[in-house]
């Protein structure tokens, strides 16, 4: 049973354009959606996340959109450039529940690659 | 500053060797979570601690075991290797702190034949 599902499975972007990923979540518990970000033969890195209370959350070229009532989120790229070719996993937690662990459960990842 | 540093990079296994992954993190973390990576699937978790002498079972822990003696290190150990944990293996830290970020290693790409 996949909890987080993430789409398109890959993703090609030309450079100045927007990048959209999007993720849907089966449990409602969840309180803590992050975006990981990861290049080749590295771990991944935290980009950006989002608490279900706000609707976005922007960080520079980053943007996170959150719908509580459809349990969906989506990471957007405005003016992608190259550098931003990697693969992008959403993920979801219990971080503020109380039940302890923080663990998180991943989407399957987006690769993106941005052309010149 | 190391953050989570993991050992080997690369191993080769054949099937029914054992071997530990080794994991160490110098941020003073509590929680600690091993994640295993196979092509097109996200990252999954085996095991996690949330502190020095206690561990528990993560989604996909069969054929693995983990100890947590000290804050900084969280072995994974492979007992019996199979071709199906051929897989990049990534240790990750945290604070435990409400939301906050999880600090990953750069994997060790396990080949199991």
């Known amino acids: 049973q996949q909890q987080v599902k993430q789409s398109p499975q890959s993703l090609i972007v030309q450079k100045g354009g927007i990048s959209i990923i999007n993720c849907a979540y089966e449990?409602?518990?969840?309180?803590?959606f992050p975006w990981y970000q990861q290049f080749p033969g590295k771990g991944p890195a935290l980009l950006i996340a989002?608490?279900?209370?706000?609707s976005e959350k922007k960080e520079g070229r980053f943007t996170i959109s959150f719908n509580k009532s459809a349990k969906q989120f989506s990471l957007h790229i405005m003016d992608s450039q190259p550098g931003d070719s990697a693969t992008y996993f959403c993920?979801?937690?219990?971080?503020?529940?109380?039940?302890?662990?923080?663990?998180?459960?991943f989407g399957k990842g987006t690769k993106l690659s941005v052309i010149p | 500053n190391a953050g989570v540093t993991q050992t080997p990079k690369f191993r080769i296994l054949k099937i029914g060797q054992s071997m530990t992954l080794q994991c160490t993190q110098d941020m003073n973390h509590n929680y600690m979570y091993w994640y295993r990576q196979d092509p097109g699937m996200g990252l999954k978790l085996i095991y996690y601690?949330?502190?020095?002498?206690?561990?528990d079972k993560g989604e996909v822990p069969n054929g693995y075991n983990v100890s947590r003696s000290t804050t900084e290190d969280f072995p994974l150990r492979l007992e019996l290797a199979a071709p199906s944990q051929t897989s990049v293996y990534f240790c990750a830290s945290s604070y435990r702190i409400e939301g906050t970020e999880a600090f990953f290693g750069q994997g060790t790409r396990l080949t199991v034949v």
């Open positions: 993920a979801a937690s219990l971080a503020y529940s109380g039940a302890g662990s923080y663990q998180l459960t």
């Open positions: 989002i608490r279900p209370d706000v």
């Open positions: 601690s949330v502190g020095a002498g206690i561990t």
């Open positions: 449990n409602t518990a969840f309180d803590y």
